[in-house]
């Protein structure tokens, strides 16, 4: 299985704040990683694909980068509505497709 | 535009089979990959597996053959079947359509169901 390790595992932080959340794959993935935020009690959302996609109607203040096996979300300027738990997903391998651990943020 | 709910016993025992049915309102089955994905209690997301329109199937090895996914185009119902149940099923399951024609990430989700498995 491709292991996929997102840091940190928390994170806290102020309305306002750029916010970068780092996913590692265990080998190579193509750039076919998606992100999602996770509200909860809520199903996830997906905001971006292909590393750097950003899904229709997802706010431009997020942003995805990074290529081979390390990959970046990054919202540049945290709102209310952006405390949550995001998780990467790695779908370059369906034998299986796996996600990291999820990293949440939380009000400073 | 395309909704889709989960529905299923909520409690089940050890042991025995789950079975949960993925409603589509809205559209149809057809030219995309359907997936279920669970989460435990506070932990994080677990791909099961997922079900072209065709009916071809892939499923999430760590199952160990206990997983069928299935398709009721006239009912525009998606099922998953889970046998041998224990503890660790215990989750929040979600069914959700990927991209078109192409089995990647996941646009769509249903809002999960709990499944409970306890005696």
């Known amino acids: 299985d491709i292991q996929m390790t997102q840091s940190p595992s928390t994170l806290s932080a102020s309305v306002g704040d750029r916010v970068t959340i780092t996913c590692r794959a265990s080998?190579?993935?193509?750039?076919?990683l998606a992100w999602y935020q996770q509200r909860p009690g809520k199903a996830p959302m997906l905001l971006i694909y292909?590393?750097?996609t950003l899904e229709s109607g997802v706010p431009s203040r997020f942003s995805g980068s990074g290529s081979g096996t390390e990959f970046t979300l990054t919202i540049s300027s945290l709102q209310p509505d952006d405390f949550a738990t995001y998780y990467c997903q790695q779908y370059n391998s369906f034998s299986p497709s796996t996600f990291g651990q999820g990293t949440k943020v939380e009000i400073k | 535009q395309v909704q889709l709910q989960e529905s299923g016993p909520g409690l089940v025992k050890p042991s025995e089979t789950l079975s949960l049915t993925c409603t589509v309102s809205?559209?149809?089955?057809?030219?995309?990959?359907w997936t279920w994905i669970r989460q435990p209690p506070g932990k994080g997301l677990e791909w099961l597996g997922s079900l072209y329109f065709s009916g071809s199937t892939q499923y999430n090895p760590s199952l160990k053959s206990r997983a069928t996914i299935s398709v009721d185009t006239a009912k525009n119902q998606l099922s998953l079947n889970l046998r041998s149940l224990t503890a660790a099923d215990t989750a929040v399951y979600y069914c959700?359509?990927?991209?078109?024609?192409?089995?990647?990430?996941?646009?769509?989700w249903g809002q999960g169901t709990l499944v409970t498995v306890s005696s």
């Open positions: 809205g559209g149809s089955f057809g030219n995309y990959y």
């Open positions: 959700a359509r990927g991209k078109y024609q192409v089995l990647a990430y996941f646009q769509l």
């Open positions: 292909e590393a750097s």
């Open positions: 080998q190579r993935i193509n750039d076919l």
